[in-house]
């Protein structure tokens, strides 16, 4: 620990929580634009349609379905490869800078299909792909067979991971469109978007967006946001411009001297999130967000479960079936909790599915 760190002012979980939570936009709902909530979120992780919309319904206020769905359509937005090698929903403009930015990591995740490419040329494998989907969007399995014909000996899935890595490609839409979702087809976020993709780019303006979603938070945080390693030197550049904090282990965090940090205890209302929410899966350290007690709960194997936040916590699991949205608590709640989690609980369902007469009960959540 250096005499800066040693000496710096220490803040505890729940100032984490609710600094973190501010800067989500989960303190109290954000009037922003879809749009510009994907962007000050640096994106929203989109393995599976429609988390993305859910994020967005626990953060803005009159956000409707269809308003996401536009901006895809208008290719304002797209949903692309980036941060841990997982789909992200994210601005155009993004989709161009911050893809450049992780190249390294995609580098590495190649690296371990050594064996399956023996023999191919990546530069050539790069130039064949991009020509194939710039002239029409392709599925994976088009892609695939058409990699197979160059090199027959390949690794088939190895061929695929090597496609995602080399070139930028985006799930064109209907994809990703409410209510509309297609089957995924790729072309590449130049071709899709219309302009090419800057080199890429030093990565300290990106520290400052990220702690500006994330923060306070530490070099660690940001490299298992990112799924990046180094960035401490970015940090370090930055230092004379950020403040420094530490948490109740010692850890070094960083923040923007502007950035608001709540009290402690500061109210939180209920917030329903969906599988994989970026909340629960950028920083080093979650117990911000979820109490040591509750570690892995929220998982099985690969599969992310919904979540509950209460007073600003992991607090349960939820999951929408025909006729109810069915909340799984781990705790006892109060009187006054339960109500507000039944209330946060109708909202979101007259904003996602309205007119569909579901209501809420608490009972045991199915597991897929």
Request: charged fraction near 25%.
């Amino acid at each position: 620990m250096t005499k800066t760190t040693a000496t710096a002012p220490v803040l505890g979980t729940r100032a984490l929580n609710r600094a973190t939570l501010d800067r989500q936009l989960l303190l109290r709902r954000s009037p922003l634009s879809a749009t510009a909530a994907v962007e000050h979120l640096l994106g929203l992780q989109a393995q599976n349609v429609k988390p993305p919309y859910y994020a967005l319904a626990a953060r803005l206020d009159g956000f409707r379905p269809e308003e996401l769905s536009a901006a895809m359509e208008a290719r304002d937005v797209v949903r692309i490869v980036t941060m841990r090698s997982t789909i992200h929903t994210h601005t155009a403009e993004d989709a161009l800078t911050l893809r450049p930015l992780v190249q390294a990591a995609r580098d590495r995740e190649l690296g371990q299909f050594r064996k399956g490419l023996t023999g191919v040329d990546l530069d050539r494998l790069a130039v064949i792909s991009r020509e194939l989907v710039e002239a029409g969007p392709r599925t994976m399995k088009e892609l695939r067979e058409t990699l197979l014909v160059e090199w027959p000996d390949a690794d088939p899935f190895a061929l695929s991971v090597a496609a995602r890595c080399t070139l930028p490609l985006v799930q064109v839409t209907p994809r990703g469109l409410w209510g509309r979702s297609g089957q995924v087809a790729l072309t590449t976020a130049e071709h899709w978007l219309g302009r090419r993709a800057e080199p890429a780019p030093a990565p300290d303006a990106t520290v400052l967006r990220y702690l500006a979603a994330f923060g306070p938070a530490s070099v660690k945080d940001m490299q298992t946001w990112a799924g990046l390693t180094r960035l401490r030197e970015a940090f370090e550049r930055l230092r004379p411009e950020l403040l420094v904090f530490r948490d109740e282990n010692g850890v070094e965090l960083f923040d923007l001297p502007g950035a608001s940090r709540p009290e402690a205890d500061a109210p939180v209302p209920p917030r329903f999130l969906p599988e994989f929410d970026n909340l629960l899966l950028s920083h080093a350290d979650r117990s911000r967000v979820v109490p040591a007690d509750l570690k892995g709960r929220s998982w099985q194997g690969n599969q992310a479960y919904c979540t509950l936040l209460v007073d600003g916590f992991l607090a349960g699991l939820w999951r929408l079936e025909e006729s109810a949205l069915v909340v799984e608590l781990f705790g006892r709640l109060t009187k006054g909790q339960r109500a507000e989690v039944v209330a946060e609980g109708e909202r979101m369902l007259a904003v996602m599915h309205p007119g569909q007469g579901q209501a809420v009960r608490f009972g045991t959540v199915a597991r897929p």
